[in-house]
């Protein structure tokens, strides 16, 4: 469930999650972000007392957004249709520069940015084994490891089809 943030925490995340799209490569500074957000660096500190405080909470809200428009696409009218969707979606992270900034986010070395993008990283491998454990159903297949197993390996191959697509 999203819990309501305060418009300036909002719009802080916000663009801190634009920069990261469009930087491609590292993470912004907290004034890039104070920038972008057109407020105070004061402002940005109070909401989020640290670089990787932010980044952390840019990466749950970016997992939030990214398991609603993957839920989206599994829900196609057909199996064929939610597989043709989720290559869509996987393309359209590239250009949107998702990707970028979930590249940006899994570089960082400090605890609780790791920490929330492992988390959300596992929450998308959960969310993937779910929606394709209803894919194969769909389509009369049996896979032969274990749905959350499965979970994994996908989510290992959305983010392998995003690099290769950036490159």
Not at 33 to 48: D, I, P, S, T, W
Not at 78 to 95: C, G, K, Q
Not at 101 to 112: F, I, Q, S
Request: with cysteine.
């Amino acid at each position: 469930m999203a819990t309501s943030r305060p418009d300036s925490e909002s719009t802080i995340l916000a663009a801190a999650e634009r920069l990261l799209r469009k930087r491609g490569v590292g993470t912004p500074t907290l004034e890039a972000v104070a920038r972008e957000a057109q407020c105070a660096k004061g402002l940005v500190n109070y909401h989020f007392s640290s670089k990787p405080i932010l980044l952390a909470a840019v990466a749950e809200e970016m997992g939030r957004a990214r398991a609603a428009r993957w839920a989206r696409a599994f829900e196609g009218p057909s199996a064929d249709a939610a597989i043709r969707s989720t290559w869509e979606l996987i393309v359209a992270e590239r250009r949107d520069g998702t990707a970028a900034a979930w590249a940006a986010l899994r570089a960082e070395v400090t605890r609780v940015t790791v920490q929330a993008v492992n988390s959300e990283t596992a929450s998308f491998a959960r969310f993937l084994s779910q929606g394709v454990s209803g894919l194969l159903s769909a389509l009369g297949l049996q896979p032969t490891v274990p749905a959350a197993e499965l979970g994994w390996y996908l989510a290992a191959v959305v983010q392998g089809a995003e690099i290769l697509l950036q490159a």
